[in-house]
């Protein structure tokens, strides 16, 4: 029969009586709790000899033998405590009976309403430590592999926690996870600041992968959260997601895998066809070759927000001949000496790259976001706005954004602090597109009193505005143009925009003379070729002789276009008209009447008098 210890009277105890003397000849009782149904107890732990009932103590108070054991079982014990002379002392109800020392036997409940009893063996294993398989901080890195490889198959195959406590686990062979259905939380004590000293810090020394999960093609659902993985230079990969569906990365560090090829963490497949939904959420990647690439043609879903990306090649990489799907790119920080942050190759779409922050020692050399087709799928959906682009260009041609290839692209909202200059910088791009179509772009808005460096969309550069290729409209806002023209041959093309003011003349057509003004105002509008202008021109004496010439005009015109004249005080015969000389920037006023020839006002019968002209012209 299964027996353990009694609680009470259990092993060498001793009985007194109510004033403290030995209890010799005292009289214990076993019964069944709350009765008087005498229930056996056992001389020793193999419960085959029973004590009498009632137990007879010795002259010490004690228990012939030393030992009570009692039934192991669910039935509980009342024990009755008399002098030899049947005095009660005391009387113990609803005493339990032992159970089995193992964490399998003992019930836990939980609380609260509803709560259902499981075993404490049971509810300690729903976490799996890495210490309770031998890794340790002081472990070698064989040992370390082996235990923490123990201890992530074994957490995987009941679906539970894996706990990864404070300290650095050093191991040298990879560690790779294989799914089978069930879930898998892997649990640290880091932060996402990886300056910060302690957390859980998986330092793989090896050459392959330091983490594989393996989704085997199928819905999976892993989490990994506040873990360090550290790498070198002969690795492969921090963490690799290969094929599978939700995947979570978040509150981690992963840094180091700085050799050739190398990357942070790393998408694809090698059986299946697919990664989907994979979030990576305030993590820190520092000094990784690549810290976020795939190389898979069918990468669908990946939110990447609150990261920050330092010291790499490619802060985000996707390989040329691939193709994703809504990747989200959300309030990142990227901050690298050399290379891009954000490059995809091929077939980006649905793409949303916003509130991020792109910083850089020194002058940058290549595009920050860089989106071109070099495997030929065509680019689709994207938008880049509302980021924040701090440094300045170093090298003539280049361009804070590259676009190829892309049917439906939004750029706007964006922030630049260079150059610090009024001046337009002009060999040099905010964004840069080539064979965009369906597009809304528009150039970066200036902090710190700098002038953004202009947009060139398709090989048409726009200094400011808004630029908006839906159904083939454009719609400017503020837009300025350089000093000196460079005429376009584009007949859809608009390449010069000027106003200003100007000051009519008034000369004699046969010699110049000289006029006395009351008033003299002009103003004009150039859009391209087309010059609008308007003055009037008042004037008390005059000395010229022969027509009357207005002289000042802002731009040369090539037709002797007529515009509207309003004349004052003026002496002529019939309607007066006003019309431009071909090839000049002055024009003269006329007479005519109908049915007869146009006549000349001469100036020396007009010495005072008032015009008022306006119209347009067409200038070289």
């Known amino acids: 029969m299964s027996v353990n210890l009694s609680p009470i009277g259990g092993a060498a105890a001793q009985f007194f009586d109510n004033n403290g003397n030995p209890l010799s000849g005292g009289k214990l009782y076993t019964y069944a709790a709350g009765t008087t149904t005498p229930l056996a107890s056992y001389t020793t732990s193999a419960g085959n000899v029973p004590h009498t009932n009632p137990i007879i103590l010795d002259s010490a108070g004690r228990v012939p033998g030393g030992q ?21 002392v005391g009387t113990f109800d609803n005493i339990p009976p032992a159970v089995s020392g193992t964490a399998a036997d003992i019930v836990y409940l939980p609380a609260g309403n509803g709560a259902v009893a499981t075993t404490v063996q049971a509810k300690l294993r729903e976490s799996v430590s890495v210490l309770d398989f031998g890794a340790s901080p002081s472990a070698t890195a064989a040992q370390n592999s082996i235990a923490l490889q123990a201890a992530l198959t074994y957490a995987s195959s009941i679906g539970g926690m894996l706990y990864i406590p404070q300290g650095e686990y050093t191991y040298d062979t990879g560690l790779i996870y294989t799914n089978n259905g069930r879930g898998l939380l892997i649990e640290g004590a880091s932060t996402s600041n990886f300056t910060a000293a302690g957390g859980s810090i998986l330092k793989y020394t090896g050459a392959g992968n330091a983490i594989v999960f393996n989704g085997n093609a199928s819905t999976v659902f892993i989490q990994m959260r506040g873990v360090t993985v550290q790498g070198t230079a002969n690795a492969l990969s921090g963490i690799k997601l290969n094929a599978g569906w939700y995947f979570k990365i978040v509150d981690c560090v992963v840094r180091g895998f700085n050799g050739t090829g190398s990357s942070g963490v790393y998408l694809t497949y090698s059986i299946g066809n697919f990664v989907g939904v994979t979030d990576i959420i305030r993590c820190n990647f520092n000094l990784n070759t690549q810290h976020v690439y795939w190389d898979v043609p069918d990468v669908n879903v990946v939110n990447i927000d609150n990261c920050r990306f330092s010291d790499h090649t490619y802060g985000i990489f996707q390989k040329a001949g691939t193709a994703s799907r809504n990747v989200n790119v959300t309030a990142c920080v990227f901050d690298s000496t050399s290379a891009f942050d954000i490059a995809s190759y091929d077939g980006a779409q649905n793409w949303t790259i916003t509130g991020c922050y792109f910083e850089q020692a020194g002058a940058l ?195 002797a276009a007529p515009l509207v004249l309003v004349a004052s005080n003026l002496t002529f015969t019939g309607q007066a008209a006003f019309r431009m000389f071909a090839n000049g920037a002055f024009g003269y006023v006329y007479a005519f009447s109908s049915g007869a020839a146009e006549t000349n006002p001469l100036l020396s019968a007009n010495t005072s008098a008032t015009l008022r002209i306006s119209g347009s012209y067409t200038t070289v």
């Open 365 to 559: 050399d290549s595009p920050r976001i860089l989106i071109t087709n070099g495997g030929g799928v065509i680019n689709t959906a994207i938008t880049i706005s509302g980021n924040t682009f701090s440094k300045p260009i170093g090298t003539a041609g280049q361009t804070l954004i590259y676009v190829a290839t892309c049917d439906g692209l939004v750029i706007e909202n964006n922030w630049s602090a260079y150059p610090f200059t009024n001046t337009p910088v002009l060999d040099r791009f905010s964004v840069f597109t080539t064979g965009v179509t369906n597009y809304r772009i528009s150039p970066f808005n200036a902090v710190n009193g700098a002038t953004p460096y202009p947009v060139n969309i398709n090989a048409n550069i726009n200094y400011g505005g808004y630029d908006n290729a839906v159904g083939g409209k454009l719609y400017f806002g503020s837009l300025e143009f350089p000093s000196i023209v460079v005429a376009s041959s584009n007949a859809n093309t608009l390449d010069d925009y000027e106003k200003g003011t100007w000051t009519p003349t008034i000369e004699g057509g046969s010699s110049p003379g000289t006029t006395t003004y009351a008033l003299r105002t002009g103003r004009y509008t150039k859009i391209g070729r087309v010059v609008q202008v308007e003055c009037e021109v008042s004037w008390t004496a005059a000395t010229g002789t022969g027509l009357i010439a207005l002289t000042g005009f802002p731009f040369f015109s090539i037709e």
């Open 68 to 88: 009570i054991w009692l039934t192991d079982g669910s039935v509980d014990y009342k024990f009755l405590l008399e002098t030899s002379f049947s005095v009660l």
